[in-house]
Nanobody, 121 residues
Framework: QVQLVESGGGLVQPGGSLRLSCAASGSIFRLNVMDWYRQAPGKQRELVAHITRGGSTNYGDSVKGRFTISRDGAKNTVVYLQMNSLKPEDTAVYYC??????????????WGQGTQVTVSS
């Protein structure tokens, strides 16, 4: 079983910055992809950022140029989301997602519990 724990959410003023962290633990053989999604009230969950095992990244159109996803160099099981120039429309619950192969060689697709980000003056 693979667990994801997010941290770093909170309240920030428009134009401010936050950094979210997500740590994966458990019986992991290989972690292939880690993503950040978000879901605002009344809206569908959307992909925010994506990073592969090899370091390739991809971003949702609404966050390009403002958000950066990265992995811890020493621990490939930790991923960060640096969020700059935050806007009120970035307000949402942010979820970490991981896909890979567990120790028993079965594929897994795990989600964190979510962390609230509120952008408001």
């Amino acid at each position: 079983q693979v667990q994801l724990v997010e941290s770093g959410g909170g309240l920030v003023q428009p134009g401010g910055s936050l950094r979210l962290s997500c740590a994966a633990s458990g019986s992991i053989f290989r972690l292939n992809v880690m993503d950040w999604y978000r879901q605002a009230p009344g809206k569908q969950r959307e992909l925010v950022a994506h990073i592969t095992r090899g370091g390739s990244t991809n971003y949702g159109d609404s966050v390009k140029g403002r958000f950066t996803i990265s992995r811890d160099g020493a621990k490939n099981t930790v991923v960060y989301l640096q969020m700059n120039s935050l806007k009120p429309e970035d307000t949402a619950v942010y979820y970490c997602n991981a896909l890979g192969i567990a120790a028993d060689l079965a594929p897994f697709n795990s989600w964190g519990q979510g962390t609230q980000v509120t952008v408001s003056s």
